[in-house]
């Protein structure tokens, strides 16, 4: 359990698709268009959809186009993507209140995510988010992705501090807070189950975002 008064050297780092921002089907519905354009005829499987979620784009798009297309294909996606941002994505419960909660006990908030930093700011724009977070670290901000701690690291560097916790809701998560040294939470929520999470031995898992908090302010 984290300590008491700790609140200001404790960072509390989140994941954005799949933990803080439902992202899954607006993500499946622009891999489809993708696809539609670049690989007509070629139908995505359920499980192709499912493994696209937590992975970065050049990640996947490496497994099934040469890489000088990779800036086309990205265009394209993002052109999609962002266009469509508001009809398929939404906050998960309780993160609103949670992070108001975290912000105004004076917690340092962070994002790490896989995407590149402007895409991040689309969806934390969107639903008013960003002026929670005192630092997001996006793809582009790093040389390696998770599970490499690079972004979290980073992160806590910026913030200033120590301790962290990282929260969210793919292997490559826990990996890589444990691979950074700092407590990990894992989310329920995701389409792909988190039995594989349970695997992996986060310090918490959660049905929803709020329940992050008595963990965090537990007594030593």
């Known amino acids: 359990m984290m300590c008491k008064g700790d609140f200001m050297d404790t960072a509390i780092i989140f994941d954005l698709d799949g933990t803080v921002l439902y992202t899954d089907e607006l993500i499946k519905r622009t891999f489809i268009k993708v696809f539609e354009k670049y690989q007509p005829g070629y139908t995505l499987s359920e499980d192709e ?33 962002h266009s469509h941002h508001e009809d398929f994505v939404y906050v998960y419960p309780t993160v609103v209140e949670t992070l108001e909660y975290l912000k105004n006990r004076g917690y340092p908030l962070g994002i790490v995510t896989t995407k590149l930093k402007v895409a991040a700011d689309v969806g934390l724009n969107t639903f008013d988010l960003k002026k929670y977070f005192d630092v997001v670290i996006g793809l582009d901000d790093v040389k390696v992705t998770k599970p490499d701690p690079e972004g979290i690291i980073k992160a806590m560097e910026l913030l200033g501090v120590k301790k962290a916790v ?44 709020k329940e992050i908090i008595p963990y965090i302010e537990g007594a030593c």
């Not at 959809?49 to 990205?74: H, R, V």
Request: hydrophobic share 35%.
């Open 49 to 81: 959809l499912l493994s696209f979620l937590g992975p970065s784009l050049k990640e996947t798009f490496s497994k099934y186009f040469p890489d000088e297309m990779f800036n086309e294909l990205l265009n394209y996606y993002h052109s999609y993507n």
């Open 166 to 209: 990282y929260i969210g809701d793919n292997i490559t998560d826990i990996q890589a807070g444990k691979n950074a040294g700092i407590k990990t939470i894992g989310v329920k929520w995701s389409p792909k189950g988190y039995q594989h999470l349970l695997e992996l031995e986060p310090d918490l898992m959660i049905d929803e975002m």
